[in-house]
């Protein structure tokens, strides 16, 4: 499994989140990156990434994240067919909402 990129803006949302996180549950935690499921029933609803948090001690390392060219204590836990096989998308931050995107799009 190739390790996904988190854009260091992305990062720093999640960070805030972690912060705020452990003022309420304490610190032990480390955040995710996963693909929320709402309503199926709704057939308008589309699925968005959101954070998550788990415990440090039975977090799956091998879905560690890398921003910046080096690996970053947030884990991604959304399926990796989201990602492709090309490394080319990356978790970035739009209008407030973490987002896929790709990088190939972006440098156009």
């Not at 390392?61 to 096989?85: H, N, V, W």
């Amino acid at each position: 499994m190739k390790r996904v990129t988190i854009t260091a803006r992305a990062a720093r949302f999640v960070g805030e989140y972690m912060k705020w996180f452990e003022t309420q549950q304490g610190t032990g935690f480390v955040p995710l990156i996963m693909w929320q499921v709402g309503d199926s029933s709704n057939p308008q609803f589309v699925p968005q990434l959101t954070v998550g948090f788990e415990r440090r001690d039975v977090v799956d390392r091998s879905r560690i994240m890398e921003c910046d060219g080096k690996d970053i204590e947030i884990f991604q836990y959304a399926p990796d067919e989201l990602f492709g096989t090309d490394g080319q998308k990356v978790v970035d931050l739009t209008d407030n909402m973490l987002v896929i995107v790709d990088t190939n799009d972006s440098a156009s």
